[in-house]
T-cell receptor, first 111, second 114 residues
Framework: GQQLNQSPQSMFIQEGEDVSMNCTSS?????WLWYKQEPGEGPVLLIA?????ELTSNGRLTAQFGITRKDSFLNISASIPSDVGIYFC???????????FGKGTLLTVNP | DAGVTQSPTHLIKTRGQQVTLRCSPK?????VSWYQQALGQGPQFIFQ???????QRGNFPDRFSGHQFPNYSSELNVNALLLGDSALYLC?????????????FGPGTRLTVT
């Protein structure tokens, strides 16, 4: 089945630093989504990407839909303590209904 | 604007028992999907319901079944529980129109099987 490889698995950064994480697949995805999950909560949708090459921002977050349609990137600028959590990439491949998730990137921000 | 709600929050069951989890979608949404999230993993797609029918299923056995009601709320049923069914069960809703791809998640039900 389709799999998403997300990296890095974890990051420990200082407040104010910029963060980059990415997600790759061996097959084409038609839509990419980025979610954030905090302990005891469900994932919260951050950004949705629909076209290859698309670059979309949501505040300090910027995500890109890779040109090959097999990858996506998420950047967080000027990190703050409340950015702590697990960031998941997710995408729709051959199906319009089944959302496939990566394993997540655990972000820790040191004040 | 009420978001996705799930009940119960936590549940403890014994191997072999059956369990029913409930979900109410976000206001205006008509499609409900269920996911299983094991510790340290991303959510895994179980199935999606639209117009009271299951329209796609992930790699889960028939012990996992569901239902969608006319008010769009949904139930997930798991029979003959195994220890490996212990996980966070997440419900997500979306709108069949232009918002189909954007799924909004509830807080989940933590199921522990002993």
């Amino acid at each position: 089945g389709q799999q998403l490889n997300q990296s890095p698995q974890s990051m420990f950064i200082q407040e104010g630093e910029d963060v980059s994480m990415n997600c790759t697949s061996s097959s084409i995805f038609n839509t990419w989504l980025w979610y954030k999950q905090e302990p005891g909560e469900g994932p919260v949708l951050l950004i949705a990407l629909y076209k290859a090459g698309e670059l979309t921002s949501n505040g300090r977050l910027t995500a890109q839909f890779g040109i090959t349609r097999k990858d996506s990137f998420l950047n967080i600028s000027a990190s703050i303590p409340s950015d702590v959590g697990i960031y998941f990439c997710a995408g729709y491949g051959g199906s319009n209904y089944k959302l496939t998730f990566g394993k997540g990137t655990l972000l820790t921000v040191n004040p | 604007d009420a978001g996705v709600t799930q009940s119960p929050t936590h549940l403890i069951k014994t191997r072999g028992q059956q369990v029913t989890l409930r979900c109410s979608p976000k206001s205006g949404h008509d499609t409900v999907s269920w996911y299983q999230q094991a510790l340290g993993q991303g959510p895994q797609f179980i199935f999606q319901y639209y117009e009271e029918e299951e329209r796609q299923r992930g790699n889960f056995p028939d012990r996992f079944s569901g239902h969608q009601f006319p008010n769009y709320s949904s139930e997930l049923n798991v029979n003959a529980l195994l220890l490996g069914d212990s996980a966070l069960y997440l419900c997500a809703s979306s709108w069949q129109g232009t918002g189909l791809y954007e799924q909004y998640f509830g807080p989940g039900t933590r199921l522990t099987v002993t």
